[in-house]
Structure formats: C-alpha cells, structure tokens
C-alpha cells in the first residue's frame, strides 16, 4: 500500500504565493512520473504539471512561467511552487504518483486533496 499525503494549500490574495507539498511513503520500490491536477465543482479534473523521474517537466499553458514543479528522490516528495497566483487557480489541487511497487506491479496514486483559494 502506498499513501501520498499533502501540505501547503490556503487562502491567498492575487498575485501571492504558496507552495505544495506531497509525500508519498509505504511500499514503495520506485516512482516514475508525479504531477499535479486541480479540479473545480461541475468540471473535470485537469493536469497541472507534471515531472518525470529524470526531471523532465510538463505544464498546463495556464501555469506556464507562473508555477514550477520539483521533486527530491530522496524523499519521495512532489512540491508545486505558485506564484502570481490569480483567481481562476482556486481549486482542489491533488498530487498523483505512479508508483512502481515490485517489478511487476505498477498503479497510480492519489493525494487527498488540498484546497487552494485565491481571493482578496
């Protein structure tokens, strides 16, 4: 079993920041691509960004050059840092990890969700 556990959503103004974090711990043997994903009520869930093992970075066009995904290894953990942050990015924000538990198993995992609010 593996669990991913995040940190770091809240109330912020327009043009501030926050920073998430996500861990994952449990049975784990390697973890490929982590991402981030936001959701709204009535709308599909929509990727973020994305990072492989090797630190290949992907962005969703509206995040471009205003959030940036990075990881440690060694810890397992995925962190989106936002900036300029605008109201249109208030949504619950879940990190997601395919996880490698042994060579022949493989899934996707999920964080809870962390609400991100930005209003004045």
């Known amino acids: 079993q593996v669990h991913m556990v995040e940190s770091g959503g809240g109330l912020v103004q327009p043009g501030g920041s926050l920073r998430l974090s996500c861990a994952a711990s449990g049975n784990i043997f390697a973890i490929h691509t982590m991402g981030w994903y936001r959701q709204v009520p009535r709308k599909e869930r929509e990727l973020v960004a994305t990072?492989?093992?090797?630190?290949?970075?992907n962005y969703a066009d509206s995040v471009k050059g205003r959030f940036t995904i990075s990881r440690d290894n060694a810890i397992n953990t995925v962190y989106l840092q936002m900036n300029s942050l605008k109201p249109e990015d208030t949504a619950l924000y879940y990190c997601?990890?395919?996880?490698?538990?042994?060579?022949?198993?493989?899934?996707?995992?999920w964080g809870q969700g962390t609400q991100v609010t930005v209003s004045s």
């Open positions: 990072i492989t093992s090797g630190g290949t970075t």
């Open positions: 997601k990890a395919d996880v490698r538990m042994t060579l022949w198993d493989r899934n996707d995992y």
